[in-house]
């Protein structure tokens, strides 16, 4: 089983900065994707950004080069920088984790966290 842990969500203003972490415990991975979506109430869950164990970065096109993803393999945690927040990036921010993990006689390949709230407000 495992298990994804979320920090570095909060309230700030406009213009300001927030950085999240993801730390994914209880296996080991050689091949994953993992990044973050978002979800602000009233609408649909969309890509923030993820990272594969190859290297290949996605990220969404409101991103607008304002955030960065980067990874630290050994422990199997990615991280988020957000700069020049906009209010519009208030969400509820998922870690999310591509890998397949067989667990329980099924094999699984979509895991997620429990999200963190990132509130940008003045």
């Known amino acids: 089983q495992v298990q994804l842990v979320e920090s570095g969500g909060g309230l700030v203003q406009p213009g300001e900065s927030l950085r999240l972490s993801c730390a994914a415990s209880?296996?080991?991975?050689?091949?994953?994707?993992m990044g973050w979506y978002r979800q602000a109430p009233g609408k649909q869950r969309e890509l923030v950004a993820d990272i594969s164990s190859g290297g290949s970065i996605n990220y969404g096109d409101f991103v607008k080069g304002r955030f960065t993803i980067s990874r630290d393999n050994a422990k199997i945690t990615v991280y988020l920088q957000m700069n020049s927040l906009k209010p519009e990036d208030k969400a509820v921010y998922y870690c999310h984790l591509w890998a397949p993990i067989y667990s329980d006689n099924v094999t699984d390949y979509d895991h997620w966290g429990q999200g963190t709230q990132v509130t940008v407000s003045s």
């Open positions: 209880g296996r080991i991975f050689s091949i994953y994707t």
